[in-house]
């Protein structure tokens, strides 16, 4: 028998032998199993539901925290006098205070003697407001005037904590696995929600959205990567196609349930929004772990487990799936005894090949093997390393993609949320304008299904970043025209406005939704949830500043759009140094993404079933890459 044979993809080297195909991948055993059979349905629609709740908690501030019509409570000045700069209330009546004109402002108290101002305080009773006080949690505690930053501050720190789970929580679902990380967040989701509505202090409340900004990211992000490892390379846009559907429509259902319950308090609304994340006690049970992630761990009894099981659902044959599964390449050449299951020579299935090569195995046979076994040790010190977050510091590649990465969910974020905060304001209606500032993602949404496997995830950022910076601009332009305050000005050009402030919404969401699917697709498995987290936490300090555009566009109406749209046309010009990961196979280390953006072109890659290999110049094997 010849000790120079190798089996290659295109042909046989022994007659009469069975072809074997190239080395089999993750991508390809997902294939085998069917890609949205009954077991990739159902873990597709639990990882998907926590969108809806993502999306209550995210926003409802806008309606929990919503800020009233109000004014200083009045006083009794039949009851009080002033000196001093100060109110004094006493028990006895004064002629003086017959004589007083009172004008109750919305932030102070001026007082005046017929013609002359005599004096003016901060509203020392209190405030009275337009809703009864327990509508908003603004009203309730008098966040407003010298406290009118604080509704916002609460958002602030829902944010903080989510930069922190963004850090924190996915680098702990790289590893120790997917699963434990997302149901225990989910839970920890649920419980904060509910005990916010319970909240006696303001102080307590910044606690409660803080550990709800920490625990929101573990399961969204968790979740939105498990969803690209459940599919192959050519389905991964569908969570993303499906996500930006389910979102926009978890805050139309927000604004409809906020709607429907603005007698209520917010606390009760607040608990209204907690239930629908009940289910997630259940999910410890219903939730699988991802095949990727058990594979690349090297978790193989679990992997094969899962295969069985996920087989077993979808009504496929297990055993070709584990065929799939074993013929990959790292494992065939990291066993020193491989057996083989097709005939070779008339060899009978099941005949070990090693009874006929042992007899030729030669010295260069052994070195060979020692040499796969240290490079097998090698390769599981890489992995170690790559776990380590310097390698986003030292891999000049790694950190160019992070960089950029991290502006793009900075700049989306601040944008996104931003204009939502202030979307109530487009029309004299406050749900009206919530509801126009949503429905307009709905487009944006099938422009993403139809776009991002047609022209690619760059050219997706390119466009919708240009039409959303052009528009937003525009809008801001258009509003800051003479013409534009007053009625007597151009006809309909309200209307214009809107649609263009829109259309600018409509981009900015587009490109977002963009990034949800584009950012896990340009790290290794060994650090996905790693580098999606580092952009998940520029995207929470935008997420920050956001919901201060309402208080700065109260004093610099022109200011908010103005950055939006010059943050947004930055990143057109940035995306050029990304490749384009449509259609490329998911790199799973970081060796990996040296060819991740080539096409794949026919290799004729040998498969060593235990024979000897001589040199490689030896065989026509053609070019190292």
């Known amino acids: 028998m010849n000790q120079n044979t190798a089996l290659t993809q295109n042909q046989c080297c022994f007659p009469?032998?069975?072809?074997?195909?190239?080395?089999?991948?993750?991508?390809?055993?997902?294939?085998?199993?069917?890609?949205?059979?009954?077991?990739?349905?159902?873990?597709?629609?639990?990882?998907?539901?926590?969108?809806?709740?993502?999306?209550?908690?995210?926003?409802?501030?806008?309606?929990?925290?919503?800020?009233?019509?109000?004014?200083?409570?009045?006083?009794?000045?039949?009851?009080?006098?002033?000196?001093?700069?100060?109110?004094?209330?006493k028990t006895s009546s004064d002629d003086m205070n017959s004589s007083l004109v009172v004008t109750y402002g919305k932030c102070s108290v001026t007082v005046t003697n017929q013609s002359d101002k005599l004096f003016s305080s901060k509203c020392v009773n209190g405030y009275e407001y337009s809703e009864p006080r327990d509508r908003s949690f603004v009203s309730e505690w008098d966040l407003v005037c010298e406290k009118g930053a604080l509704p916002e501050v609460s958002q602030t720190f829902m944010a903080i904590g989510m930069m922190i789970g963004s850090g924190f929580m996915v680098t702990l679902a790289d590893r120790y696995g997917r699963k434990p990380v997302y149901v225990f967040c989910h839970v920890m989701y649920f419980i904060?929600?509910?005990?916010?509505?319970?909240?006696?202090?303001?102080?307590?409340?910044?606690?409660?959205?803080?550990?709800?900004?920490?625990?929101?990211?573990?399961?969204?992000?968790?979740?939105?990567?498990?969803?690209?490892?459940?599919?192959?390379?050519?389905?991964?846009?569908?969570?993303?196609?499906?996500?930006?559907?389910?979102?926009?429509?978890?805050?139309?259902?927000?604004?409809?349930?906020?709607?429907?319950?603005?007698?209520?308090?917010?606390?009760?609304?607040?608990?209204?929004?907690?239930a629908f994340s009940c289910y997630s006690l259940l999910?410890?049970?219903?939730?699988?772990?991802?095949?990727?992630?058990?594979?690349?761990?090297?978790?193989?009894q679990q992997t094969e487990r899962l295969i069985k099981k996920a087989a077993k659902r979808n009504g496929v044959d297990a055993t070709t799936v584990f065929r799939v599964y074993r013929e990959d390449t790292e494992k065939l050449l990291s066993s020193p005894r491989v057996l083989t299951k097709f005939p070779v020579n008339g060899l009978e299935n099941g005949e070990d090949i090693h009874q006929v090569a042992s007899g030729e195995q030669n010295h260069e046979d052994r070195l060979h093997m020692d040499g796969i076994e240290h490079d097998k040790e090698k390769e599981s010190t890489k992995q170690r390393n790559e776990l380590s977050f310097s390698i986003f510091l030292k891999n000049k590649r790694i950190l160019t993609r992070t960089a950029i990465s991290c502006f793009m969910w900075f700049s989306d974020s601040m944008a996104y949320y931003g204009l939502l905060i202030i979307s109530p304001s487009l029309t004299h209606d406050f749900y009206l304008g919530f509801a126009l500032g949503v429905i307009v993602e709905l487009p944006a949404g099938l422009a993403l299904i139809f776009l991002i496997n047609r022209i690619g995830r760059r050219r997706c950022l390119f466009l919708s970043h240009l039409?959303?910076?052009?528009?937003?601009?525009?809008?801001?332009?258009?509003?800051?025209?003479?013409?534009?305050?007053t009625h007597t000005g151009l006809p309909g050009l309200q209307s214009i406005i809107l649609t263009v402030s829109l259309l600018g919404k409509f981009g900015i969401s587009l490109g977002f939704g963009t990034l949800f699917l584009y950012t896990p697709e340009l790290f290794p498995t060994t650090i996905r949830s790693t580098g999606f987290g580092i952009s998940s936490v520029a995207a929470r300090i935008g997420g920050m500043i956001a919901p201060h555009s309402r208080t700065l566009q109260r004093h610099l109406p022109w200011l908010p759009g103005t950055i939006f749209a010059a943050l947004a046309l930055v990143i057109p010009v940035l995306v050029r140094w990304l490749p384009e990961t449509h259609g490329q196979e998911l790199p799973q280390t970081v060796s990996d993404m040296g060819v991740e953006t080539r096409p794949a072109p026919p290799q004729r890659t040998p498969i060593v079933l235990g024979l000897s290999i001589k040199k490689r110049e030896d065989t026509d094997l053609g070019t190292p890459t």
């Open 283 to 300: 999910q410890l049970w219903l939730v699988e772990e991802s095949l990727r992630w058990l594979d690349v761990h090297g978790k193989t």
């Open 467 to 485: 039409i959303g910076g052009i528009s937003l601009a525009t809008a801001v332009l258009l509003s800051n025209i003479p013409a534009a305050g």
């Open 16 to 89: 009469g032998e069975t072809k074997l195909a190239v080395p089999k991948t993750m991508d390809q055993v997902m294939r085998s199993l069917g890609w949205m059979g009954c077991y990739q349905k159902v873990q597709f629609i639990l990882l998907m539901i926590p969108v809806f709740d993502i999306s209550f908690h995210a926003l409802s501030f806008i309606f929990l925290g919503r800020i009233f019509d109000h004014k200083c409570a009045e006083i009794d000045i039949s009851n009080s006098s002033f000196g001093g700069g100060q109110w004094m209330f």
């Open 192 to 274: 904060t929600a509910v005990a916010t509505a319970f909240a006696p202090t303001y102080t307590s409340l910044l606690g409660f959205r803080l550990a709800l900004g920490i625990f929101q990211q573990g399961t969204g992000i968790t979740s939105a990567i498990m969803l690209v490892e459940l599919l192959p390379t050519e389905k991964r846009a569908f969570p993303s196609q499906v996500g930006c559907m389910v979102w926009p429509s978890g805050l139309l259902l927000l604004g409809l349930i906020c709607y429907l319950c603005q007698e209520m308090s917010w606390k009760n609304i607040e608990l209204i929004l907690s």
